[in-house]
């Protein structure tokens, strides 16, 4: 009996150590089915949540996320990750003074403000083809006393989209090509307004002949602080000629050419917003019967290869800014402002390791 019960302890024991063994297998088993159920789940919603997720519901991309798309790979070290291929140039902004009234900025007040500059087709080639850039930029940099105003324009006068995220989708749909950006604009009707532009402009054969527009709105203000919600337009005032250069770069020899014989001017005109105008959305064209004021004129007086001339240093952030402008909320500015930041300091870092015989130079 003893002997019996003592191997029917020992069966018992071991009836249930295969009983604990089932239990604790089939737990494992269960718990990595559960696993692998939940994670598949997890996937197949979070996949269907990107998938299904309005465009605009997320703001959230980082400068670095631009910069690295923007700047596409290969990179080219060393130069602008965007707009990429351009000349310098420097000259003056003759202002009438009409602008005191709205802003106590210096560069309003009447006389002569000079100023650097850069003129620039938008991608991230610095050999690109210029004829065929279908943007066109212009950016200046006026110093008054101990202040700075960044300014940096391009040939659209809206943008197609209101933020920063649509824009990163949009540049994503470039880059795919084919259908995709038709797809794009598609599930964006805000971007009419630029598509109307599109649809009606033909470049030209000459940086000199453009309008470059802040596309993004700005305050005046004055003495009194009062603010007034303005874009600008630069508006051309040098002839029509044909373009005798049909290289690369065509589009600077054209335009050393005309500062040579003092003819590359443009209107510094200003738009005022009427208070149904949202100054934060630079999708929205403003009606054309808004209030306009010509300030001045913009002369251009000398040129530099871009890698020689003071341009190349700076950082036209549009948020720089001296006293009497100051930002709307719209959420661009601040998107243009750190990527500008990101895309100079990797630029800044390239030259630095090249100017030290390092291998990241031109
Ligand atoms: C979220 C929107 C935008 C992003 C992420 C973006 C990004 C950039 C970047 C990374 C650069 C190179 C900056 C540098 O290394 O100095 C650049 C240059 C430039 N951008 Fe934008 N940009 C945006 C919108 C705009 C808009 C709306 C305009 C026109 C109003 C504009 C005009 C320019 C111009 C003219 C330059 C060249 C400035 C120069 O000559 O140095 N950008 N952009």
Not at 186 to 194: I, T
Request: charged residues 15%; proline residues 6%; aromatic residues 12%.
């Amino acid at each position: 009996m003893a002997v019996h019960k003592r191997v029917g302890t020992r069966q018992r024991s071991l009836l249930s150590q295969a009983r604990f063994n089932e239990v604790f297998i089939f737990m494992i088993r269960y718990s990595l089915a559960r696993f692998y159920g939940i994670s598949a789940f997890v996937a197949w919603y979070g996949a269907v949540l990107f998938l299904t997720q309005p465009a605009q519901a997320s703001t959230k991309v980082t400068a670095q996320q631009f910069v690295d798309l923007q700047q596409g790979q290969p990179h080219f070290p060393g130069f602008r990750r965007a707009h990429a291929k351009g000349v310098c140039v420097s000259g003056e902004f003759v202002s009438n003074g009409s602008l005191t009234h709205y802003s106590d900025a210096e560069v309003f007040s009447a006389g002569v403000h000079p100023f650097i500059g850069r003129f620039s087709i938008a991608g991230n080639n610095p050999h690109a083809d210029e004829l065929s850039a279908p943007v066109r930029s212009f950016a200046l940099s006026f110093v008054t006393g101990s202040e700075r105003w960044n300014i940096a324009m391009n040939t659209p006068p809206v943008m197609a989209v209101s933020n920063p995220h649509d824009f990163y989708q949009q540049l994503v749909a470039i880059k795919q090509g084919g259908d995709a950006i038709k797809t794009f604009f598609a599930k964006h009707p805000e971007s009419a307004d630029f598509l109307a532009w599109k649809a009606s402009y033909t470049p030209t054969e000459s940086l000199a002949l453009e309008t470059y527009h802040s596309i993004n709105a700005f305050y005046l203000h004055d003495a009194r602080s009062n603010k007034q919600a303005v874009r600008w337009q630069m508006l051309p005032l040098g002839e029509a000629s044909k373009n005798p250069f049909t290289d690369s770069a065509a589009l600077q020899k054209e335009l050393a050419a005309r500062i040579a014989h003092g003819n590359v001017r443009f209107t510094w005109q200003f738009t005022l917003a009427a208070p149904a105008d949202d100054e934060n959305n630079p999708a929205i064209q403003w009606p054309s019967n808004r209030a306009q004021v010509n300030a001045g004129e913009i002369n251009i007086t000398q040129w530099q290869p871009q890698l020689e001339g003071a341009c190349h240093a700076l950082n036209f952030d549009p948020l720089i800014l001296p006293t009497g402008l100051s930002a709307t909320a719209d959420p661009i500015l601040r998107a243009r402002s750190a990527a500008y930041a990101e895309s100079y300091r990797r630029r800044a870092k390239e030259q630095l390791i090249g100017a030290l015989g390092g291998k990241e130079s031109e």
